[in-house]
Nanobody
């Protein structure tokens, strides 16, 4: 199994900043990519930002220029620096990892891991 642990959510005023972190652990052979998704009340989960192990990134249009995703491959950790936060950024943010996992039979299989979510609340 692969476990993801997120941290860094909280309450911030509009225009403020927060930094989310997500560390992966467990039976990881390799991580292909990590990303952040968010789900606001009454809405579907959506991609915020994603980064490959090689550093290639993509962002949702709504966060381009304000959010920056980065990855520390040695620590299996992804970060999301969120600046100029807006009330519409309020959501539960989920970490995701696209991994190759070592199974109990010592084979490899793809495993899509999710964190438990961290709440980000931006007040106006």
């Amino acid at each position: 199994q692969v476990q993801l642990v997120e941290s860094g959510g909280g309450l911030v005023q509009a225009g403020g900043s927060l930094r989310l972190s997500c560390g992966a652990s467990g039976s990881i052979f390799t991580i292909n990519a990590m990303g952040w998704y968010r789900q606001a009340p009454g809405k579907q989960r959506e991609l915020v930002a994603r980064i490959t192990s090689g550093g290639r990134t993509n962002y949702a249009d709504a966060v381009k220029g304000r959010f920056t995703i980065s990855i520390d491959n040695a620590k299996n950790t992804v970060y999301l620096q969120m600046n100029s936060l807006k009330p519409e950024d309020t959501a539960v943010y989920y970490c995701n990892a696209d991994t190759m996992m070592i199974t109990s039979s010592a084979s490899l299989e793809e495993y899509d891991a999710w964190g438990q979510g961290t709440l980000v609340t931006v007040s106006s």
